[in-house]
């Protein structure tokens, strides 16, 4: 296990290696792109609150405090959010294994985005490394550190998870 998630690692460092000029929700142009992540983000949060508000997440005013945080935290570290090639659902049916426990690959490009490469951990931190911090050092060892590799990481994951938390709580409350 800890040769997989290693090799995941070096994997998604890799993918994070790839840098854009500019960030965008898509990677053939054809969806606007932004010079700054919070400007990205301003284009974003009103498509994902509709979605909350009519899926009845949160209240109306719980929602704008969550978007006016995030817009404010993204505007304080834009200098330091880079866009870069994100794959933006790292869970396990997205993994591949050989049948000795080697990486095989990735699947499932179509959420890749010029993003916070930080985005990542979203999905990683609740379907790969909850109650497994094995896995976690595991693929540290090949990745890095992520508050060595990302300046001011812990802020920029608390946006990506409060932005990509409604986005999936407002998702699972219209399928059902």
């Known amino acids: 296990a800890a040769r ?4 995941l690692g070096r ?8 840098a854009f000029e500019r960030f965008s ?7 606007p792109d932004f010079p700054t992540w919070s400007a990205y983000l301003a284009y974003r949060i009103p498509q994902i609150e509709a979605r909350c508000a009519q899926a009845s997440v949160l209240s109306a005013a719980e929602r704008a405090e969550v978007w006016e945080r995030v817009l404010d935290d993204a505007r304080r570290i834009d200098g330091l959010v880079r866009p870069a090639f994100a794959h933006r ?4 049916d997205n993994l591949l294994a050989t049948p000795d ?8 490009f179509d959420m890749v985005e010029p993003w916070d490469p930080v985005g990542d951990w979203f999905k990683l931190a609740r379907w790969c490394f909850a109650g497994r911090p094995e896995r976690r050092r595991a693929f540290e060892a ?3 550190v992520p508050e060595e590799c990302h300046a001011d990481f812990e802020a920029r994951l608390v946006i990506v998870d409060l932005v990509e938390g409604l986005n999936m709580a407002a998702n699972d409350g219209l399928a059902e």
């Open 101 to 108: 426990g080697a990486l095989a690959g990735l699947l499932d």
């Open 4 to 7: 997989f998630w290693t090799a």
């Open 89 to 92: 659902d790292l869970h396990p």
């Open 11 to 18: 994997a998604v460092r890799a993918l994070h290696g790839v």
């Open 142 to 144: 090949g990745y890095g």
């Open 25 to 31: 929700s898509r990677l053939d142009a054809s969806a």
